[in-house]
């Protein structure tokens, strides 16, 4: 678990004694993983508002 934060730190180009003295919540957005996107393996996104259209027409 360390690793993987001693690796964002190098792949951010970080110094740790910086690191050391911001706040804590600072600290852990600079060092949080990328947010991701949804993936859909090539297919387009579903439409949510469409789905509960029509299942409340089903129903």
């Given at each position: 678990?360390?690793?993987?934060?001693?690796?964002?730190?190098?792949?951010?180009?970080?110094?740790?004694?910086?690191?050391?003295?911001?706040?804590?919540?600072?600290?852990?957005?600079?060092?949080?993983?990328?947010?991701?996107?949804?993936?859909?393996?090539g297919?387009?996104?579903?439409?949510y508002?469409?789905?509960?259209?029509?299942?409340?027409?089903?129903?």
């Amino acid at each position: 678990m360390v690793a993987k934060y001693v690796a964002r730190v190098d792949a951010r180009g970080l110094d740790p004694t910086t690191l050391l003295r911001l706040p804590e919540d600072e600290v852990g957005r600079l060092l949080a993983p990328a947010a991701r996107q949804p993936q859909y393996g090539g297919r387009a996104a579903p439409d949510y508002a469409e789905v509960h259209r029509e299942l409340k027409r089903l129903a």
